[in-house]
């Protein structure tokens, strides 16, 4: 697997310590006070569009698998994730699915040989990936070959431009953009609705606070 380094060091500071930590920093603390948007509404949208033949991209601790409210307890999972240390967590808190798992950088080309899925989710993974939004985006071409006919991928991405972001917010924002974490200081709505508006038949985007929440339906 060929990675770049920008690629590496945004994924690679989600060690076994800071995934501890996740749950309480990012989707309790950060969500609520400093991004402005609570994680229950990020999981109200994964009831919403979640199916029973799932994939979950980007899976940090498992949380909102674990949390969600499938259509059937009878579902097939699959997890993707660049970082070894969030597949081993996720796939433990959801074991009673029997989860898939897809060590892969998303940046490149999937296999082919993979069954569709009806429903794919991507949550917080855009800005932590390199270059504009417009570029890094080209990850849901490519985990739309692995999307049905009449699928649904969906997902949240912390924006930069055009959102409202308190003091803190802008601070933090930073800090993570120094530091690799975060590589959205030109990511904006516009480049998100440009590219779903190119790709797909049906598309929605909501921002609530710092963050867009998004769904598409396949064209195909």
Known sequence: MRISKEVWKGQAAY???????????????????IWRCPTPIILQQFDENV????????????????????????????????????????????????PILFHTNVLGEMTNDIEPFDSISVNYLFHCLPGRLSEKLIAIDYLNKLLSDHGTIFGSTILHEGVYKSAIAKRLM???????????????????ENFLQSRFSEYSIEIRGCVALFSAKNKR
Not at 15 to 33: A, I, M, P
Not at 76 to 87: E, G, K, T
Not at 174 to 192: A, E
């Open 174 to 192: 930073t800090f993570y953009n120094k530091k690799g974490i975060f590589s959205n200081t030109l990511d904006s709505q516009k480049d998100l």
């Open 15 to 33: 060690s076994k310590t800071l995934l501890w930590l996740y749950d309480f920093w990012v989707l309790f603390l950060s969500n609520r006070f």
């Open 51 to 98: 199916s029973v033949n799932h994939l979950d991209v980007g899976v940090g601790t498992g949380y909102f698998m674990d949390k969600c409210h499938f259509p059937s307890p009878h579902i097939r999972l699959a997890l993707m994730d660049l970082n070894q240390n969030c597949l081993n967590i996720s796939a433990k808190r959801v074991a009673r699915y029997k």
